[in-house]
Every structure is written in structure tokens, then in C-alpha cells.
């Protein structure tokens, strides 16, 4: 008899995370949990202006203070050769200044003491005399002939452009243009926003002189990238680095790049020989680290009367603050900007990218998505709803024409993506009745009667998950693989292992599942672990929801490559040949008589006890799997909003969203990562920026000024799927962790622009904040750029 | 939380509270819910030498009605005992329309009453809803107790009229002629979040008639706006949809906001109308349940 299941936990159990055992006891293990004897504290200095030079650093009195251990400037730094370290996207970045600094809260100097108050206040003891030079704060600004040069310590390096960088066909497109019976155009900012995780960065950096080995704990979503990062750039021999991830607190994105508090961490523990610790604060890591978005878009699309999109050219300038350091796949510019209109069947399309230095922050992560994707859908959607408006057709109407049909896959997008499958006419209906669109227009005019504005908007778009396929995709040649490490032991219990690195996404859970499905050994009995280096199998980490696809197909290849040996050995069991064994969940039979059998428990067994002649004894195995192509999930979000036309406040009445992200392992957490992504989308769709006044200070250091909302004012959101397989993973499953991210923000405005579209608004660029909806309900006029921001608050 | 270095000290007696605010000699700060301090310490804005806690002084954590049907607020009396106060629900429309509006829930297990007067943010809550209710505190310093009207007690932005070695022990709200009417609505971006703009509503009434009328702002300026002149207006009349209109823009004239990433003066002044326009149509006799 077949085992159910999903009794024992495999492929549809909603089964209970089983890190949460840890966390809702508040016996997780982060990084600033861990005490080491002797450790030492390390503090930041950062820099309190946007741009200037550095004339000179005075740090004695900070070396006075009884406790302090090490003080370390940009110029130690440098006759160490590292005051400067590489980007992930071939860039450099400062680590201590040493010339200029070029953000607010730029790196200046590090202060090693025997405990946090002491390091604390000796950085307040360091006095650094600033020239101030005037501050860039957008792209505008820095692409003006006269603009001061930000790179200025980069030979060759031309004005403030990082890049320009284009795709598609351009003659095509502009054929398309001419032949247009209408086009349709628009202009937005999709807004800095910040990925910021609960817990902020840290690292732990352990060098011991006796044995020559660097131990270095950190809050890293790639531990295994960080420890290539060290070898190759300390050039520290890479056997000699143990890099380990405890227990992450939340990373969308924040916790993939390297960090200068990472490296000077590492250097002071070698220069003291003791433990160093780094802890971050709030506002170290809101104004310090890996931002997202910042991209503004000029979109145009080609249309034919009938509704039928014949061309589209998006032309995006994007700021990328003081440095390159995008984290993205190292052959695109501009991330994955290009996966838009990836859904919609269109002949052609040209895109043109510029990337600007300014004095803010460098990062540019892939916030909840892959690398720029969460851009490239919103500019979607929102041009569509445009369009759709301009052309006088009905918004679902609209995109049902243009959507590539079902039988229509394998599809080449406009930009040259292949998308695999999807059912998306089905989930857009499916959508449609759960709103009940069809009785939207009675519905609105009821609300204007009684004062209220209501507005319907819908967001649909599939999305490229799971970087990568090696042939494209690489961080810094590394290409994007992972891998899964099974061992079973004789009792029939497993550990695995996987080169991803869990913050949240329930790893140490599902991990299991898919062994369960694989092998039919109950759930329970897997342990999952991720994150250290000396154990873990080399993988590239987890984001832009690439574990699933990629190292959650390695686990199932690794298990599969278990069955296989497995087989051989109940062949030997049950004294019949192999090719005379069947498999069902959790034992092996022989064909011609079902009862004789063996279970996979006693085939572990036997592979230490009892293994056919010849046979290597144990029974493990690894796998380093390199997707085919990436996974296309699809969304089909829908989203009522009642404006208050006295204070633009405005109410989600109602959201649906239908997500097909293929084979569901674990519905509760799938449906656990649609709502967090919808939290967020909603956070940056009503509240949630990070800008600048014009003498280049953060607005948006702290979590009074950087909003997030909480369970209170967020909506409530209906949750509907659809299943179609991915036809290359081996279990049928797409990358979800990002969807609702990605595809929810232009949901909501869509909503909103739809409830003023009578008034002849076509957008409001995000945050939808109560005062920018007013304006544009009592203008008639679109709202466009970041919020305006009154210095000296 | 790094703080700078401190002393602390947690007196058992508000003689003695006072005691070390007088020797600290304008370095000693009083310690309430913490819920404003403590950040400020966190981020090294204050660095007092001395903080002074005075949560274990018994008695002063009650809020009560005398017989003569005034309000008593003690000094450790939180917000949340305000929010979760049947009395308070039945009798003081006005705190209890603000007390939820306060911060979020887990700030107002910890942040005072009083505490929060006393910090006089523009922005708070507690400050203006004093205002609009003509009360005033009891405060004890080395010379014994004395009572500071609220119309004199904020003098700026997180300025007071308290001296150095002064603690407020007491937030008084006299009874009401007639029966206590009014609310408090508050533009936040998200819970937790100060006022974008926030009005408040005191009025004493006899049927449809006003007998006494306060009105008081938060977040529309550079302190907590008091309107209780405009809203004088009202005193001896029926409340009507047009003397309501007038007033809500007297006082949305009064208000002096500045434009902002929250939004621009001109759009705090349309909240600040529309809200005061909000709660006393909300007060017309026959549209009060
Ligand atoms: C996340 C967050 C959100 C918030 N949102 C809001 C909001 O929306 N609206 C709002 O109004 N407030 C808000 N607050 C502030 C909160 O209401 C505080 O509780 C209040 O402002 C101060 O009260 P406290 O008891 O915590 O005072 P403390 O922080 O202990 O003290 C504040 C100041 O008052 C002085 N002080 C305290 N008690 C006395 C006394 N008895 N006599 C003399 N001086 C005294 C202290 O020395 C200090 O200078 C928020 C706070 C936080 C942390």
C-alpha cells in the first residue's frame, strides 16, 4: 500500500513551519545572538553630509578612551589595499572613505572597543573636517552639463553616467510606431524604497592566528558567495574560510551584497586577534544599504484601433546612488528590466537604459524580486491601464486580446524571454468573478451618490523566477546553479543540505516535503540545514525567488539519485532482478507479486548493514542542478479602493489575487509569501519611500519616517489559485516568493487612477499618500515625483 | 540602545523625585512611560546625566471623577487605561475618541498621560486634547504645588512651563456644564504614526445649545495650535450646519501648517476644516444616537 501523502508530509501538506518551534519561543539563533570569548565590539562612524571632501580625520581622542582597541580610517584601510572593494556589478565601492564621501551615512571611520557604549562613544570622540561640496540627489541633477563629477576617483570615468544600455529591436519598433492608429504615453517614478529587513546587518568575524582559520558569521543571504568574496578579494586561502548564516531576520534582497561593516570586521578581528562583532543599527541599515527601485520610465505604446498592442519602447533612467552596486546578473544593466510585457503577445519592442551616480545610497537590490522585475512589471501594468484608458476599451478586455494564449507556449517575448506555460485568460476570469467586475460600474455609481469615489484596477503579469540557467546568468562568472546534499541514515532518516540559504521562506520545511515526495520518508524525519560552508554544498543563495526552482529541484534530484541506488538495493532484498522492482510512496515491490516488498527504511538500513556485493555501502548522494530556463509564475491581481474625495484618504474594499505559481509545495506558506508580499506592495503603493531633501539627507532613517505598515491599516486580501506545472522543474513548481510584491503595487494604483479617471487623472506616481490623491482630485492633473521634502526638519 | 553614560535613580516618594530634579539642576530628567525619552536617549538627542524614574512612586496611576465631576488624570495613568475606561467611554467623549488614536497599542501600555503633556510634541495627541478641554495641571516642585493652566503650559515645540525641578503629578479636566459632547479625528499615514493634522472637540452642552466650546490642533504647527477662540463662537448657540461651517474655517484660518513630504499647508488646512466639520455635525442634537 502507497503511503498518503500527505500524512506523511510531502508535496500539498500544509504542514506547520517547523523553524517556528525556534522563533515563537525566542530561541532563534541570529547573528548578534552569538558571544564568542574575548570579543571585541565594532561601531561605525558615518558620514553626516551627502557629498565632501575629507581634509583630515583626527582620531586620538577616540584612542584615548580606556577600553578602545583599534581605531581604523579609510587611510589603514588603504595601505592594506582595502579601502575600495568590488561591486557585484563590476564597479568598485568605498570601504572607509579615504578621499570623499559621497552619500549620507557613508563609511568613515571604525571603532574596535571592548564593548558597544565605549565603541559608541569614541566615534563620537573622532573629528573629521568636511569640505562641503554640493550634493547630487537625482538624475536629473547629475546628468547636467555642469554637474560635479561624483567618481571622480574612477579613471576614465565620464560625468555622472554609470551606463547606457538598450535591447529590442529599434527599427522594428519604430515601424510599429508609424503604423500605430494610436499612441499611447506616459510618464513615472517608481520611488526609492528600502527592503528593510526586521533584523539589520552584522557579522561576526573570528580569525584565529594559531590554526589560520577565518570563521566569519553573518547575516548573509549568499554565505557561499561571501566566502568567494573573501578568498578572492583578501585572498585568504577559501579552505581556510568558514562562512556561516545563522538564523536570518527577513533579507528580501537587503542581505545579498557585501557590506564594508562585513570587511572591516574581518580585518579588525586579524589585526587584534580576537572576535569582532558588528551590529548594525536601524539607521545604519536604512541609510546604508542595498535600497530598491529609484527608476524613472518613459513608456509608449503602439496601438491599433481593435485594442491590439503592436509595439511598445520603454526608456528608464534609473539612480543608482554613490556606487554600481546593484545585485543583479552581471550581463544586465538594468536587472531584468527587459522581462516586461512578458505575458502579452507583442511584435516588437526597444528599450533604452541610463544608469546616474548620485549622493545617496548605492545598492539597487533586487527588493522582493528578480533584479529590477518588480519595476518592469509595475511600468507594465501601469502603461496598460493607460493604454486601455486612451483607447476607450475596457481594462480586462484589453489585456484578455493581447495575453499570449495558452497553446501558444513556448512563447518568445519582444524582448527575447521564452516563456514556458500558463493559463492566464483563466486566472484573469477567475479573478473577475471573485471581484464581481462585471457589477463594478453599478457599484461606482451607487458610492458617487453617496459621495465616495470608488475605483477598480487589475495587475496581471508572469514574471522570469529562479535565476538562472547557466548560459545567462552569472554573478561575477559564477554561474547560477545550486545544489542539495542528501545523506540517509540507516535508520531511515535523513539530513539534507542545500547551497540556499532560508530568512523567512520556510526552507527547513518544505526542503523536506520534497524529499517526502521523492522517497516517501515522513517529513519529520528530514533535517534541513543551510548556511554554513564548511558543510553545505556550494550554491548561490537565496533570492529573487530562485530556491524553489533551483535548489528545490536539486533536492529532488539528489533524492531521485538516492531512489536509484536504493533500487539496487532492494533488487538485492528481494532476490529479483531490478528491472522486476516497481516503486510506490516509501517502498519498493516486485512487479509480478505487490506484497513482497521493502520499504525505503529498510533499504537505508541495509546500504550500512546488508548491500549487495560490489556496492558502495551508505546511501547519499548530491546534486548541483542548472535549470533549463527560468520559471513564469503568473498573477492576475484586483483591487477596489473607496477614495474619501474630502481628504483623498482612500479604503481597499476588496483585493483578490490569483496566483499560479505551478505545484504547490506547502500551501500555507505559499499562500504565508503572497500575503507578506502583498503587505509590502500595499506598503509601497500607500506609504512607503525613501527620498532626499535637497541637501542630500535621508528622509526615511528610521522606522517613524520609513513606513511600514503594520496588521492594523493593511487589507484583508482573498487568495485564489490556479495550477499550471512547470513543464522543466521536476516537480511542477515556479518561484512565488516575489509575486505579489511584483505584480501588487500597480493593483492598487490602478485602483486609484481609475477612481479619478472622470476627472482626467492618468497617474499619481507612488506613494499614493492621502494629500498626493487630493491633488490630483481637485486638479485634474496627473501627480508625478517623489513627495517634496522641506529641509532642517 | 547605546545610550550616552547616565545616573539612575528610581525614588519612592514624589518629595524625593523631586529632590534629585532639584540637585540635578536642569541635567535630571523624569523618567514616565519612556515611550519618548527612551527613543530620544537611543538616538542621543537627550543625554541627561540623571534620569529620574518615577514609576515606583505609589498613587499615581489612577484616573477618576470627583463628586463635583471633574477628571483626575495621575501622573502614571497610561494611555491605555484612558482607551480601555468605561467611565472615560460614558462621560469624556474627547479623550476617549483620542485615546485609541494614541501611538499604537503597544506604545500605550507604557506612555503616560501626563508624560505625554509634558513632552509638548506639535505633533502629540494628549497636548491638544487639554487644550481643547480648558484643563490644567497640578505640579509639585521644592516649594510645594502649584497649578499651571493649559493655555500657558506649552510654550513651543517640546517646550513647557514647568522649572527643571518641577514634575507634574496631576492632569486636571474641570466638570462640564451640561453633558461633556465632542471627538477627535487624527490624518496618520499608519498606526503608530504622529499627526499629519488632528483635531480635537471639547464641548459642554444643553440639548442642542453649546454652553462651552473648545477646539484644539496637533500637527498643523510649530506648537500645539490652540483654537479655543474660534471656537468660542459657538457658545450660546444651536448647533447648525452653517455655524458650524463658519467656525471650521476659523479654525482651519488658524492653523498654521507648513507644506511638507506630508503634504501642502493648503491640504492640512482643508483636513483640519473638513474634520472639524466632521465632529460637530456628529454632535447635532438629533443625530446623536
Ligand atoms: C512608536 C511611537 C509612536 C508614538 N505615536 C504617538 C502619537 O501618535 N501621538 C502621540 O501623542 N504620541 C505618540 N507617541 C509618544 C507617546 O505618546 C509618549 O508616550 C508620550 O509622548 C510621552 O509619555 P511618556 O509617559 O512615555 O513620557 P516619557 O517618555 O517618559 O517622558 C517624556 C518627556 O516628558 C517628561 N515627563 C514625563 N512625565 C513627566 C511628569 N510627570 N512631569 C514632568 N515631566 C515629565 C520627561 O522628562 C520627558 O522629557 C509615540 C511614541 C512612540 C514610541
Known amino acids: ?793 | 540602545m547605546y545610550p550616552s553614560r547616565f545616573k539612575y535613580e528610581s525614588p519612592k516618594t514624589i518629595e524625593a523625585a523631586v529632590a534629585l530634579l532639584d540637585a540635578g539642576k536642569g541635567d535630571a530628567k523624569i523618567l514616565a512611560g519612556g515611550q519618548s525619552l527612551v527613543p530620544m536617549l537611543k538616538l542621543r538627542f537627550a543625554f541627561p546625566d540623571q534620569i529620574v524614574d518615577i514609576n515606583n512612586i505609589p498613587g499615581l496611576d489612577y484616573h477618576r471623577f470627583d463628586a463635583d465631576g471633574s477628571l483626575h488624570i495621575g501622573a502614571l495613568c497610561r494611555h491605555e487605561d484612558l482607551e480601555h475606561s468605561a467611565e472615560i467611554a460614558q462621560r469624556q467623549p474627547t479623550i476617549a475618541a483620542a485615546a485609541p488614536l494614541v501611538a499604537d497599542p503597544i506604545v500605550r501600555t507604557r506612555g503616560t498621560f501626563v508624560g505625554s503633556v509634558c513632552h509638548a510634541d506639535p505633533q502629540g495627541d494628549w497636548a491638544a486634547t487639554m487644550i481643547a478641554l480648558g484643563g490644567h495641571l497640578v505640579v509639585q516642585g521644592p516649594k510645594g504645588k502649584r497649578t499651571i493652566d493649559m493655555k500657558d503650559f506649552v510654550l513651543g515645540p517640546y517646550a513647557n512651563a514647568l522649572n527643571y525641578n518641577e514634575i507634574a503629578i496631576e492632569a486636571v479636566i474641570p466638570a462640564p456644564k451640561g453633558v461633556a459632547r465632542g471627538g477627535y479625528l487624527k490624518l496618520e499615514r499608519r498606526v503608530g504614526d504622529f499627526a499629519t493634522a488632528s483635531v480635537a472637540v471639547a464641548l459642554d452642552m444643553d440639548g442642542n445649545r453649546v454652553l462651552r466650546a473648545g477646539i484644539a490642533l496637533a500637527g498643523v504647527g510649530g506648537k500645539t495650535i490652540d483654537a479655543n477662540e474660534e471656537a468660542s463662537a459657538l457658545v450660546g448657540h444651536d448647533l447648525t450646519e452653517s455655524i458650524i461651517d463658519t467656525v471650521a474655517a476659523a479654525v482651519a484660518a488658524k492653523a498654521e501648517p507648513r507644506t511638507d513630504h506630508r503634504g501642502s499647508s493648503d491640504y492640512k488646512r482643508q483636513i483640519v476644516k473638513t474634520f472639524v466639520k466632521r465632529i460637530l455635525v456628529a454632535q447635532i442634537a438629533e443625530k446623536v444616537a
Request: net charge negative; aromatic share 8%.
Open chain 1, 1 to 793: 500500500m502507497s503511503l498518503d501523502e500527505i500524512k506523511i508530509g510531502g508535496l500539498g501538506a500544509s504542514r506547520r513551519r517547523v523553524e517556528d518551534n525556534r522563533f515563537i519561543r525566542g530561541k532563534g539563533n541570529y547573528v548578534d545572538d552569538i558571544v564568542l570569548p574575548g570579543m571585541l565590539h565594532m561601531e561605525i562612524l558615518r558620514s553626516p553630509v551627502a557629498h565632501a571632501r575629507i581634509k583630515s580625520i583626527d582620531t586620538s581622542a577616540a584612542w584615548d578612551m580606556p577600553g578602545v582597541r583599534l581605531v581604523l580610517t579609510g587611510e589603514m584601510m588603504a595601505a592594506r589595499n582595502l579601502a575600495w572593494m568590488p561591486t557585484l556589478s563590476y564597479d568598485t565601492a568605498a570601504v572607509l572613505a579615504t578621499d570623499k564621501v559621497r552619500f549620507q551615512g557613508q563609511e568613515v571611520c571604525a571603532v574596535i572597543a571592548d564593548d558597544p557604549y565605549i565603541a559608541k562613544d569614541a566615534c563620537a570622540k573622532i573629528v573629521v573636517d568636511y569640505e562641503i561640496l554640493p550634493p547630487i540627489v537625482n538624475p536629473v541633477q547629475a546628468a547636467a552639463e555642469d554637474a560635479i563629477q561624483i567618481r571622480d576617483d574612477k579613471a576614465g570615468q565620464v560625468g555622472n553616467k554609470v551606463f547606457d544600455w538598450e535591447i529590442g529591436d529599434k527599427a522594428r519598433t519604430d515601424k510599429a510606431f508609424e503604423d500605430a492608429d494610436l499612441v499611447s504615453k506616459v510618464e513615472m517614478h517608481y520611488p526609492r524604497t528600502h527592503p528593510s529587513p526586521i533584523e539589520c546587518c552584522g557579522s561576526i568575524a573570528d580569525f584565529d592566528r594559531a590554526t589560520g582559520k577565518l570563521t566569519f558569521y553573518v547575516t548573509s543571504q549568499a554565505p557561499h558567495i561571501v566566502r568567494a568574496a573573501v578568498a578572492l578579494v583578501a585572498e585568504l586561502p577559501e579552505q581556510q574560510i568558514r562562512v556561516v548564516s545563522p538564523d536570518i531576520g527577513g533579507g528580501f534582497g537587503n542581505k545579498v551584497p557585501v557590506y564594508p561593516g562585513y570587511v572591516i570586521s574581518i580585518l579588525a578581528s586579524i589585526l587584534t586577534e580576537k572576535p569582532v562583532k558588528w551590529i548594525e543599527d536601524k539607521t545604519g541599515n536604512l541609510i546604508s544599504t542595498g535600497f530598491g527601485r529609484d527608476v524613472y520610465l518613459k513608456g509608449e505604446m503602439a496601438l491599433r484601433k481593435d485594442g491590439k498592442i503592436l509595439g511598445v519602447r520603454m526608456n528608464t533612467i534609473s539612480d543608482h546612488g554613490a556606487f554600481f552596486a546593484d545585485a543583479q546578473p552581471s550581463k544586465f544593466k538594468i536587472g531584468l528590466m527587459h522581462s516586461a510585457f512578458a505575458c502579452y503577445d507583442i511584435p516588437t519592442a526597444h528599450m533604452f537604459a541610463t544608469g546616474y551616480y548620485t549622493n545617496k545610497a548605492p545598492g539597487g537590490v533586487a527588493y522582493r524580486c528578480s533584479f529590477r522585475v518588480t519595476e518592469a512589471m509595475f511600468f507594465q501594468e501601469r502603461m496598460v491601464h493607460a493604454a486601455a484608458d486612451d483607447l476607450g476599451m475596457d481594462q480586462a478586455e484589453f489585456r484578455r486580446v493581447n495575453f499570449v494564449k495558452d497553446d501558444d507556449f513556448p512563447h518568445r517575448t519582444a524582448f527575447g524571454f521564452l516563456t514556458d506555460s500558463g493559463q492566464y485568460e483563466k486566472c484573469l476570469n477567475v479573478g473577475m468573478e471573485a471581484i464581481g467586475y462585471k457589477d463594478f460600474a453599478k457599484e461606482q455609481e451607487e458610492a458617487r451618490k453617496r459621495g465616495k469615489l470608488l475605483g477598480i484596477g487589475i495587475s496581471t503579469m508572469t514574471e522570469p523566477l529562479g535565476a538562472g540557467n547557466s548560459r545567462e546568468y552569472d554573478i561575477l562568472g559564477i554561474k547560477m546553479f545550486d545544489s542539495a546534499e542528501l545523506r540517509v541514515h540507516m535508520t531511515g532518516k535523513a539530513i539534507l543540505r542545500t547551497g540556499a540559504k532560508t530568512q523567512g521562506q520556510g526552507h527547513e520545511t518544505t526542503w523536506a516535503q520534497i524529499v517526502a515526495h521523492e522517497l516517501g520518508i515522513p517529513a519529520e524525519d528530514i533535517v534541513v540545514e543551510e548556511g554554513d560552508t564548511d558543510t553545505a554544498p556550494f550554491g548561490m543563495g537565496t533570492y529573487a525567488s530562485r530556491s524553489t526552482p533551483v535548489a528545490g529541484a536539486a533536492v529532488s534530484m539528489a533524492a531521485r539519485k538516492v531512489r536509484a541506488k536504493a533500487r539496487k538495493i532492494a533488487a538485492h532484498l528481494l532476490e529479483v532482478s531490478e528491472e522486476d522492482i516497481e516503486w510506490e510512496l516509501g517502498r519498493f515491490y516486485v512487479r509480478s507479486n505487490s506484497d513482497r516488498g521493502v520499504t525505503i527504511q529498510e533499504c537505508a538500513m541495509a546500504a550500512y548493514s546488508n548491500m549487495p556485493d560490489g556496492m558502495e555501502p551508505g546511501l547519499e548522494n548530491t546534486a548541483y542542478y542548472d535549470p533549463p530556463n527560468l520559471t513564469w509564475p503568473f498573477a492576475a491581481y484586483f483591487c477596489k479602493v473607496e477614495i474619501d474625495p474630502e481628504t483623498g484618504v482612500w479604503d481597499v474594499l476588496q483585493f483578490v489575487a490569483v496566483d499560479d505559481c505551478g505545484v504547490r509545495i506547502n500551501p500555507m506558506i505559499v499562500e504565508g509569501q503572497i500575503m507578506g508580499g502583498l503587505t509590502e506592495a500595499y506598503a509601497m503603493a500607500n506609504m512607503q519611500y525613501q527620498t532626499y531633501d535637497e541637501e542630500g539627507n535621508c528622509i526615511g532613517a528610521n522606522y517613524m519616517d520609513f513606513l511600514l505598515p503594520t496588521a492594523w491599516e493593511t487589507p484583508g486580501f482573498e487568495l485564489y489559485e490556479v495550477v499550471t506545472p512547470c513543464p522543466h522543474h521536476p516537480i511542477g513548481a515556479k518561484g512565488v516568493g516575489e509575486c505579489a510584491t511584483v505584480a501588487g503595487p500597480a493593483a492598487f494604483v490602478n485602483a486609484v487612477v481609475n477612481a479619478l479617471s472622470h476627472k482626467g487623472v492618468r497617474n499619481i506616481d507612488m506613494p499614493l499618500m492621502p494629500n498626493r490623491v487630493y491633488e490630483a482630485l481637485t486638479t485634474g492633473k496627473d501627480v508625478y515625483g517623489m513627495p517634496p521634502v522641506r529641509s532642517g526638519n
